[in-house]
């Protein structure tokens, strides 16, 4: 995997997580970056990107208004922070890198090169 994801946890209905999102391998600022995320029994879904270098964000609809995605250049880094959690959000989380993916096509997993592990997110009271 070149992307490595992070801060997935245990987090009761309501409250909040901030993913991460980083790579030794290249520098996050000049590439698109999708979260998606995989439910149990069910395909991976897109949930949110950041559009390389304008930083133009999008949002399923599903998590429009508890999601907010952002770079950190300094850091290398973009994240995912999702409040209100609810039960159905909880899925494996991976984010995804590619440097000519756009805004209006940055929910199609097919065209991204660069993986992360995953990283576990579970809503549960």
């Known amino acids: 995997f070149q992307l490595q994801a992070s801060g997935g946890g245990l987090v009761q209905p309501g409250g909040s997580l901030r993913l991460s999102c980083t790579t030794p391998?290249?520098?996050?600022?000049?590439?698109?970056i999708s979260w998606f995320r995989q439910a149990p029994g069910k395909e991976r879904d897109w949930v949110s990107c950041i559009v390389s270098y304008i930083n133009s964000a999008y949002y399923t609809d599903s998590v429009k208004g508890r999601a907010t995605i952002s770079r950190d250049n300094a850091k290398d880094t973009v994240y995912l922070q999702m409040n209100s959690l609810k039960p159905e959000d909880t899925a494996v989380y991976y984010c995804a890198a590619d440097a000519y993916v756009n805004g209006p096509l940055c929910g199609r997993e097919d065209l991204f090169e660069s993986w992360g592990q995953g990283t576990q997110v579970t809503v549960s009271s």
């Open positions: 391998r290249f520098t996050m600022e000049r590439y698109t």
